[in-house]
């Protein structure tokens, strides 16, 4: 074991540390070339290395160590040379950004910018001399950063004994306006925030609903001998653990192949992900009321020794790590970024600390059974909480729904009713004692109407068909005028009708190609508040009681054609044909 980690270890640190030197380096988002200040230098007088950056726009390096997330902050590390000395690096004057993610105004560099560092020559030293400068730090945009690796950039320095070094080809400033250098803690200090952030996930209310089996699933493994009991704990561990080596193997993929880096939240910018997250905190949460229950099969139970079990705890594990990640973004969010900015060995341990970290209290409970025993016992008490730790889960997905786009999070709240309806069917209409028939028939109608609602509803977003204009009286007036015809569509977020009429009508490419070739201008009409324009006008306009309604004009006609039905579009196509081409 110890070998096959000494190997895993240089395997990495082989990776890591071939990088191709050269005096400029050309990435998608950054050039960098470095310059000496002068071609030849005497020993004993300073002289100075130039590593300018050119920066593609909306991008920038965090400059401040203090205030940069997690000590992502831009590194400018010389390379250790026998007879040079160098000085502190010297930076530029950095400027205000103001970072979403962090909510914070911090200090960066964007654009072009130049970093210089200082050396001198011993007395001793002679001849070409060649000098190494490596880069650190991510560079970010508004939606992500990425850790590059630069490799080294190097440049050959000639040192004399009686020339006379001139100005130079640059001039180096004296005062240093933020200094990004080295990250605010030590490596030390790191790992134990990795840790720390691990074992405070356990105490997170997205774990809860895994914990009670947990638990239990402890307290019966103490009635088996101690060592199957400790053996089984740490299959457990093993499960958390894997999971955090997922992301740092995704975290190495990244970084070698495209130079991006895995932060932690990147996922939660995936509407997809957290669309999933949420649903699943709200199956959970049913199973928190009791609607259904996860229990394993006697015939796999009974089988002491076969191993299945392991399978199982190493699977709960990487449960309750994934169930960790919406409720944990603070500490892991710093965690995260500092290991981005560390060497790729270092970081990838930094990340596994965090798993390691989570997985201790449970490695201390089975390898000390006599703790145990001090578990308190199940009773009214535990079915009150579960339940409650329920409407918890609940809330959290629904600040999770929240966060997605509009017309997925209404397609994600209709889903949500029918997957609960689902669950509903699945662990309630049926029951132990019912026949095996009718359970394959009920929940079988359950998966089925859970898939189908799915694919209907979350099939994802749909292209938009029709150029939908804002409802605007003037510009409804004026297209008239220039007599072209006006579509008018009124609807209302909280309309489920409107919503038929929209897939029905609206989504028919038939439809949308007859507006678009006949120049008809379409306008959505949003009734949702009281206070919208569009709202006063059905009303007090065109004297329509409520949606959904649909209203064709067409220069020259008496009035408007108007249906009020969810399934008009035979008619409204028929009405489109009988207008002139202006395509």
């Not at 939660?268 to 049913?286: D, E, T, Y």
């Not at 605007?472 to 015809?485: H, N, V, W």
């Amino acid at each position: 074991m110890q070998r096959t980690l000494i190997i895993f270890c240089l395997f990495f640190l082989s990776i890591v540390s071939f990088a191709e030197a050269a005096s400029e380096v050309n990435t998608e988002t950054v050039t960098i070339n470095i310059e000496s200040q002068h071609a030849e230098v005497v020993s004993g007088v300073e002289s100075a290395l130039a590593v300018r950056f050119k920066l593609k726009k909306d991008w920038h390096f965090y400059a401040s160590a203090t205030s940069a997330p997690g000590g992502m902050n831009i590194k400018v590390i010389p390379e250790s040379v026998d007879g040079i000395v160098f000085g502190e690096v010297v930076f530029p004057k950095s400027h205000k950004y103001f970072d979403k993610s962090s909510n914070a105004t911090l200090d960066v560099y964007s654009d072009e910018f130049t970093i210089y560092v200082p050396f001198v020559a011993g007395e001793d030293v002679s001849g070409d001399i060649s000098i190494g400068v490596t880069i650190g730090g991510a560079i970010c945009s508004d939606i992500q950063c990425r850790v590059p690796n630069f490799g080294k950039l190097m440049t050959v320095v000639k040192v004399g004994g009686s020339v006379v070094m001139g100005a130079g080809k640059f001039v180096m400033p004296k005062s240093v306006a933020v200094s990004g250098g080295g990250p605010g803690y030590s490596m030390w200090f790191a790992f134990g925030l990795a840790l720390l952030a691990g074992l405070t996930l356990n105490i997170m209310p997205c774990v809860w609903p895994v914990l009670p089996l947990i638990v239990m699933r402890i307290v019966e493994q103490s009635k088996d001998s101690k060592a199957k009991a400790i053996s089984m704990g740490l299959a457990f561990c093993f499960g958390i653990v894997l999971f955090f080596a997922c992301l740092a193997g995704a975290n190495i993929i990244l970084q070698l192949v495209y130079g991006t880096a895995l932060q932690w939240g990147d996922q939660f910018r995936n509407p997809a992900f957290v669309a999933g997250m949420a649903l699943l905190l709200i199956v959970l949460a049913f199973f928190m009321f009791g609607m259904f229950t996860i229990s394993v099969p006697s015939s796999i139970a009974s089988k002491q020794g076969s191993g299945k079990g392991y399978a199982g705890s190493v699977g709960m594990g990487f449960l309750a790590a994934v169930l960790s990640t919406p409720c944990s973004f603070g500490l892991l969010a710093a965690a995260f970024a500092w290991a981005q900015a560390q060497p790729l060995v270092l970081g990838t341990l930094a990340i596994l600390a965090i798993g390691v970290g989570m997985a201790i209290p449970y490695a201390i409970l089975t390898s000390m059974p006599g703790l145990l025993k001090r578990l308190p016992r199940g009773g009214t008490w535990m079915e009150l909480f579960k339940e409650g730790i329920g409407f918890v889960l609940l809330l959290i997905a629904v600040k999770l729904i929240g966060a997605l786009p509009g017309d997925l999070r209404i397609s994600v709240l209709y889903f949500s009713v029918i997957l609960g309806f689902c669950i509903w069917m699945w662990g309630g209409w049926v029951s132990f004692g019912t026949k095996m028939s009718r359970k394959v028939i009920v929940r079988g109608v359950a998966v089925g109407l859970a898939v189908f609602a799915g694919m209907s509803l979350l099939g994802g977003p749909k292209e938009k068909l029709i150029d939908w204009q804002d409802y605007d009286s003037g510009l409804i007036s004026s297209s008239l005028a220039a007599k072209r015809s006006v579509l008018i569509k009124f609807t209302a977020a909280w309309c489920l009708s409107c919503q038929v009429a929209e897939r029905k009508v609206y989504s028919r490419s038939d439809v949308a190609d007859l507006i678009k070739r006949k120049g008809v201008l379409a306008i959505k009409a949003d009734t949702t508040t009281r206070d919208m324009p569009a709202t006063d006008a059905l009303k007090n306009l065109y004297n329509e009681p409520g949606v959904p309604v649909s209203m064709l004009f067409v220069p020259g006609a008496s009035g408007s054609v108007r249906w009020h039905g969810m399934n008009f579009g035979d008619e409204l196509k028929e009405h489109l044909e009988g207008l002139e081409d202006k395509q």
